[in-house]
């Protein structure tokens, strides 16, 4: 099974049940250690549908899944007239509520981040330093990340895709799109300095490549997931 496969049925089952224990996703998936913190990390900051409580329990905080329909009244079958009824005012019917667009345009400005040369990185280091090391970095993105408002739509190993303008819309996107991109070129000088004190690496230290295209998309939501065609 695929890690896209694991994380869908993590997301419904936690969606459906509202709380589970990192025990239980390790059972239900035959998790090690390792892609039990993957797992989490993309929950919780990756889409932001979880919150860790007492470092054992996922929370779901997105959008709870609902079975009910409202039944609709023309469908229901009609009594037959009272004397009394037949005599009493008709009512005005009902104003019908119009139902939610299928997509909406949206103007967005998405961020691509990842590392350069992390091929080569990666092979300079033991697996488990090189897997802190990319957590400490997606860890300080992420604060600058949302320092701006911006929205993880995925983790792509060590990149990073980011859209500005979707969920939440601002005026300014472009520019909190690239104050983000700014602040992580900030941030990397000091994340170097700390890794190379911790791990030892040497050499020229992290780097990375940002693009910052803006374009108009159709969105299309889709329980706690979404679409985007552009």
């Avoid at 967005?108 to 697996?127: A, E, G, R």
């Avoid at 300014?172 to 890794?195: K, P």
Wanted: aromatic share 6%.
């Amino acid at each position: 099974m695929t890690f896209d496969e694991i994380l869908e049925q993590a997301i419904e089952m936690l969606q459906r049940r509202g709380r589970l224990t990192y025990r239980t996703l390790k059972r239900q998936f035959h998790l090690d250690d390792e892609a039990l913190e993957d797992l989490k990390f993309e929950l919780i900051e990756g889409q932001r549908l979880a919150t860790d409580e007492n470092g054992t329990v996922l929370i779901w905080t997105g959008e709870t899944a609902s079975g009910q329909e409202v039944a609709d009244p023309s469908a229901q079958p009609t009594q037959p007239p009272t004397a009394q009824a037949q005599h009493s005012p008709q009512l005005a019917p009902l104003p019908t509520v119009p139902s939610p667009p299928d997509a909406e345009r949206r103007q967005l400005t998405v961020v691509f981040c990842d590392l350069v040369d992390s091929t080569k990185l990666s092979s300079q280091l033991d697996p488990e330093d090189w897997r802190d090391v990319v957590r400490a970095y997606q860890r300080v993105c992420t604060e600058i990340i949302k320092r701006y408002d911006g929205h993880i739509a995925q983790l792509l190993g060590d990149g990073l895709l980011v859209y500005f303008g979707y969920p939440q819309a601002h005026e300014d996107d472009a520019q909190r799109a690239v104050r983000t991109g700014l602040g992580i070129l900030a941030v990397m000088e000091d994340l170097n300095a700390r890794l190379q004190q911790d791990k030892g690496s040497g050499g020229s230290g992290l780097r990375i490549d940002e693009g910052h295209p803006r374009r108009r998309s159709m969105v299309r939501q889709h329980g706690s997931r979404e679409d985007r065609c552009g």
